[in-house]
């Protein structure tokens, strides 16, 4: 008689017991499926972001090549795209993965014939032959949705100076 009422109170443990068991996985998996579905997101973006940056820099680059060549971007003359007289097939970035035209790259004049620096009359003997003019080369890659970087770079071009022997 004891053994049947025991054996009566000891059904359904089990089956509490396993549904408890499947919360508890369920629970996990649901949680590892979320922090997957975040860390894919994140990566997908920090690849876009290097992508723009990349692009970016290339515009950068791109600007800086064209020094000495008769489309010298810094000739003193503002011109908002120094890849103007580019054909389109011949563009320094055209083999970017989404096309020259997602980078602006712009040289600006920031100050005209002025005493380089580092250079006085206790270091150097050439102070009052060369002057050195500043620019600033601004390149912005954008892409909607996705990643927008801009990068900014000073150059200093030394010239002839004003105040002449």
Not at 109 to 121: I, R
């Given at each position: 008689?004891k ?76 011109t908002?795209d120094?890849?103007s ?14 096309g020259?035209n ?5 040289v ?53 100076g004003?105040?002449?022997?």
């Open positions: 008689m053994a049947g009422k025991a054996r009566g109170l000891q059904q359904g443990v089990a089956l509490v017991v396993a549904l408890l068991f499947l919360l508890v996985v369920t629970v996990i998996s649901v949680i590892a499926a979320s922090n997957s579905s975040i860390s894919l997101k994140m990566s997908a973006n920090l690849a876009d972001a290097y992508a723009s940056f990349q692009s970016a820099e290339a515009g950068v680059i791109a600007v800086l090549s064209l020094a000495g060549t008769a489309d010298d971007p810094f000739d003193g003359d503002d908002p120094p890849f007289a580019f054909d389109p097939n011949e563009h320094p970035l055209s083999s970017l993965s989404d020259p997602s980078v602006d790259a712009e600006l004049l920031t100050t005209a014939a002025t005493t380089c620096p580092l250079e006085s009359a206790e270091t150097a003997s050439s102070v009052s032959v060369y002057d050195c003019e500043f620019y600033r080369i601004d390149a912005e890659h954008e892409v909607p949705k996705e990643a927008r970087t801009k990068l900014e770079l000073g150059v200093i071009k030394k010239i002839i004003t105040d002449s022997l």
